[in-house]
């Protein structure tokens, strides 16, 4: 068997929330944070959280408008014109 192939192991990982919430578990990180854990996640509490949507729904509008205005802007394209229909030269059997 190699040697040193795996991370090294802390037991008592320290995992900090952005409610405050903190607990220890073992992990190969000692230090992890994290936006939700089982203290504020709305399935356990019962309370429905948005968690960073206000951003990412004013981005969207954002690249929305900017698409709309392009769109206005864009000169309107022409009409394709209709394919020349083929005439078939008869031949003889």
Not at 40 to 50: R, V
Not at 76 to 83: D, F, G, Q, R, V
């Amino acid at each position: 068997m190699k040697k040193d192939v795996h991370p090294t192991y802390y037991p008592d990982a320290k995992v900090a929330c952005a409610c405050g919430n903190t607990f220890t578990t073992g992990s190969t990180v000692k230090e992890i944070k994290v936006e939700i854990c089982a203290a504020c996640h709305p399935f356990y509490t019962g309370k429905q959280k948005f968690v960073d949507t206000a951003r990412r729904v004013d981005r969207f509008k954002r690249i929305q408008e900017k698409s709309d205005a392009l769109k206005a802007k864009a000169k309107p394209k022409k009409a394709k014109s209709k394919k020349k229909e083929t005439v078939k030269a008869k031949t003889k059997k």
